[in-house]
């Protein structure tokens, strides 16, 4: 659907954490009235609509992906299972009911724990600042096939995390930094490259507010088991701990955090 310019503007300033439910509703209000163009009267109007109806809006937490369900176009993983298992797991917590027992007044868009699940480390769904992120990964290594040194994957790689050397069968793989992609031996025409394991990083404890803070990583590359389980541990940590709402980084303790990386260690 299109919108003026006036109107995309103004959704601009909307939090990105509900700008996308927002603009969906300020679409799907614009057709039900019989419109073509969004223009910033119908902005104005919704937004007025969403904020005091805010309550009904709310259900304990926020799942959200890059992509949704079509997929991100650089995946390192196909995802769409894991978030349906993640969600399930997460509606049986009734989170939405411990949170109305824990806060005092009316429940807020802050007040929701929050999930993000990104298909490449690109990460547009932020999991950096989210309570929980899951970053798709694909590791890759080398087989016993001789590389032609044709640089495919050194231009494919934009961590420069691969180096060929002259007279060498192998390319280098800098582990340091690279950030598990899979775009290498996505290009790799030898098959020199190839995938040793795929599945997802895991990023704790981040959040934004009057003490933002960056989610802190889990060593090591998860399943899918694994991922659901690490989901469990920290909801199980969160509904003990959280007594207002507070949010998961603000309990997260370095000690909390050492025991579930010891308890998946690889």
Known sequence: MEWTKEADDRIQKVPFFVRKRVRARVEKEAKNAGKKVVSLADVKATQTRYLTGMASEIKGYQIDTCFGPSGCPNQAAVSDQLLEKIESLVKEKDLFGFLKKRVKGDLKFHHEFRITLADCPNACSQP???????????????????????????????????????????????????????????????GTISKSAQGYRIQLGGKLGRHPQLAKELPGIYDEDQVLQIVNDCLHLYTQNSQHGERFGQILTSADFEEIAARYKQ
């Open 128 to 190: 950096q600042i989210k309570d929980i992120g899951i970053i798709a990964a694909c590791l890759p290594q080398l087989t016993d096939v001789s590389c032609t040194l044709c640089e495919t994957c050194v231009e494919a790689c934009r961590e420069n995390a691969i180096t060929l050397i002259a007279d060498h069968e192998y390319p280098q793989i800098h582990f340091t930094r690279c950030l598990y992609c899979g775009a290498c031996m996505n290009v790799c025409p030898t």
